[in-house]
């Protein structure tokens, strides 16, 4: 039976840009990038200590990015994680929220794509 997510695909124009905003300033790790075909990478990013991770793709005349993603990205402190992402340079677009359920904020990535930070 199915067991998990394996990764979740990401939009990106420029998976260079893309690839040095997730593991510079997210902090994923590379887990494979190799030659997809003659226009793009197979890019497979690990979250630490996460047993789902994230391809950076790009797919003319398919999904594009510049909206919001459907993946929410959970962490014990969302205030103190958006402190540490501010820090690094990453937009927020919605503060941290306290909320009856949590606590979540909205940031972009580097392509433009929006993200929810929540906690679990």
Do not use: C, H
Not at 16 to 39: C, I, S
Not at 62 to 86: C, F, H, R, Y
Request: glycine residues 10%; without cysteine.
């Amino acid at each position: 039976m199915i067991r998990g997510i394996k990764f979740v695909s990401i939009p990106v124009v420029d998976q260079d840009r893309a690839l040095a905003f997730f593991t510079e300033k997210l902090g994923f790790r590379v887990a494979t990038d190799q030659p997809f075909n003659e226009n793009q990478r197979w890019i497979e990013l690990a979250i630490p200590g996460a047993d789902t991770g994230v391809v950076l793709f790009s797919m003319p005349g398919g999904i594009q990015p510049g909206g919001t993603m459907n993946l929410s990205l959970w962490t014990e402190d969302v205030e103190a994680t958006a402190k540490t992402l501010k820090a690094r340079g990453v937009t927020f677009v919605s503060e941290p929220k306290k909320e009856s359920w949590g606590t979540s904020a909205i940031f972009k990535d580097s392509e433009g794509n929006s993200y929810v930070l929540s906690s679990r």
